[in-house]
């Protein structure tokens, strides 16, 4: 897809922009507690603030359903918005309407506001056309910087690219050129990692990718799933008995793609979740016990895995190998991280991961910054691996 960056923007001194990010970030008493998706806004921010526009950040924070509250106003973001980007960040107490309009009017060149949460509208998850309009006629050009809220058809995501000159901010920009890299336009052979406790949650994902890479490596969870209906007993292993038909169905359409599945056939098995049980022991996958659970790939499979990757030159990531939250059962997710990281340093493959467990189980590992890219949306980018349109991406199309 072609798209309009800051590049194609022009001069924008004196003009207001009216710019989506994602400020939906975790609090604890007052706190933000991490501040990455903040730091992923800076660049635009900052750049459109020095070149002297009026820089207009529109977001949404929780869920207050058409409702002003104060445990959701974006008020409480400010200091740390301000902190990562070293400079004041003014604020306006709504994103529509006459008042909005004239503190807009009343901002200096180069200045930085947060406006209130569009979500205090009813007309923002509804994409209204009304508070479109609204909101549009405080600025003079959109600039979309927020893909993880992109699969969203809503107001400030997708309505005011429709009536405004539209434009990707820096963080959109980098996160659509790397997934084109990954799964658009890709350097084959091309390997993806799939991983997490459920099938049924990533079934649409799964279809996708088997017509689209050449090695699919299924992780966690749902490779039990595969196991069992591949024919193996997989004892007291998490495992969606009845999606074993889906499964097969998947697996045939892979053989036809030409897209090689691959389950580890060595496991780590324990009788009870726990850090380092008594009970812990790496067998084959057909000498699981009835009363075990697999909840590890093991090192067999783990260092087979490792030498896909080494013949591939595209790897998308998604999802964790085992329960990584709990050692020794990270030992499958950090190795092949490692590897992964590795190959990507050298310069033999592009790697791109996202999702909420895939970005924590990266950084468990220590290489999430070894990695091409690391997309921290977690439904976009799911959506995206499962091949959807994305509203908000495709309404910035030139």
């Known amino acids: 897809m072609t798209f309009k960056t800051l590049d194609d923007l022009g001069d924008v001194t004196g003009q207001a922009v009216l710019v989506r990010e994602d400020l939906n970030v975790p609090m604890a008493d007052g706190q933000v507690t991490d501040d990455t998706r903040l730091r992923a806004a800076v660049p635009t921010l900052t750049e459109l603030a020095d070149k002297g526009a009026k820089v207009l950040v529109l977001a949404h924070f ?23 980007l070293g400079r004041p960040v ?26 209130e949460n569009t979500r205090f509208h ?17 600025g003079q050009a959109y600039v979309n910087d927020a893909f993880s809220a992109a699969h969203r058809a809503h107001a400030s995501t997708e309505g005011l690219a429709k009536v405004l000159p539209a434009y990707a901010g820096r963080a959109m920009q980098a996160e659509l050129e790397a997934l084109e890299k990954a799964l658009g336009k890709p350097v084959k052979p091309v390997a993806a990692v799939v991983g997490g406790a459920k099938v049924s949650t990533k079934l649409d994902v799964l279809k996708h ?8 490596i299924i992780g966690g969870g749902m490779a039990n799933t595969f196991l069992a209906a591949r024919g193996v007993d997989v004892g007291k292993s998490l495992c969606e008995h009845d999606l074993t038909g889906t499964a097969e169905e998947i697996l045939d359409n892979a053989d036809k793609a030409g897209c090689t599945v691959h389950l580890p056939y060595d496991v780590v098995l324990s009788k009870e979740f726990a850090a380092n049980p008594p009970s812990l022991r ?19 499979a783990v260092e087979a ?48 991961a996202g999702g909420g467990d895939t970005v924590a189980a990266l950084n ?35």
């Open 62 to 84: 929780g869920r207050p359903k058409g409702e002003r509250s104060e445990a959701n106003s974006l008020k409480q973001v400010l200091p740390a918005l301000s902190h990562v």
């Open 305 to 352: 895995l490792g030498d896909v990757l080494k013949t591939c030159r595209t790897l998308v990531w998604n999802g964790p190998m085992g329960a990584f939250e709990m050692a020794p059962f990270d030992a499958a997710t950090v190795a092949l991280a490692k590897t992964a990281a590795a190959l990507t340093k050298e310069g033999s493959l592009v790697s791109v």
């Open 122 to 138: 009813k007309g923002e998850e509804k994409n209204d056309p009304e508070l479109v309009a609204a909101i549009a006629k405080l």
């Open 282 to 300: 790496t067998a084959n996958v057909h000498e699981v016990g009835a009363d075990e659970m697999i909840l590890d790939v093991g090192p067999a």
């Open 209 to 216: 990718l088997v017509a689209k890479v050449d090695h699919l």
């Open 90 to 115: 003014a604020f306006i107490d709504d994103c529509a309407g006459a008042e909005a309009e004239a503190a807009v009017a009343a901002l200096d060149n180069g200045t930085i506001a947060v406006l």
């Open 364 to 398: 468990h590992a220590g290489v999430a910054g070894d990695f091409s890219y690391i997309s921290t949306a977690g439904g976009a980018f799911l959506e995206w691996m499962e091949g959807k349109e994305l509203p908000g991406v495709a309404a910035l199309e030139a």
